[in-house]
């Protein structure tokens, strides 16, 4: 429980989980959300990791992170940045990545 809480303390981290929180994003794709090196978001989403709150997965040269679902611990990050002026927006962006990304793929031909 002390780790959640030491992920949760910093504004960075917390913005990574509401990126993730409806989509799942590459390291790449994080790291240029934000005005830091590489390194540093990867010591961000490794913390995140061994706290629980996101999985990833290697695919190919990529390395793409989830929020982990139903947890308490998502579902209280989940509340609190629905009303955060901040994370209410990265959020409902998640979540529209998430729709497109399904739509997509409902409109790519099937081979037969």
Do not use: W
């Not at 913390?47 to 308490?72: C, I, M, N, W």
Request: charged fraction near 25%.
């Amino acid at each position: 429980m002390q780790l959640i809480f030491e992920a949760l303390a910093s504004p960075v981290r917390r913005k990574i989980l509401a990126y993730v929180a409806h989509h799942e994003l590459n390291a790449g794709e994080i790291a240029s959300r934000f005005d830091m090196s590489k390194p540093s978001i990867s010591q961000h989403l490794q913390l995140l990791e061994h706290a629980g709150l996101v999985t990833s997965e290697k695919r190919g040269k990529f390395v793409y992170y989830r929020q982990v679902p139903d947890t308490l611990a998502s579902t209280l990050t989940g509340f609190v940045q629905e009303i955060c002026p901040i994370g209410g927006p990265i959020r409902r962006e998640s979540a529209q990545l998430a729709r497109a990304a399904v739509e997509g793929s409902a409109r790519e031909p099937v081979d037969k």
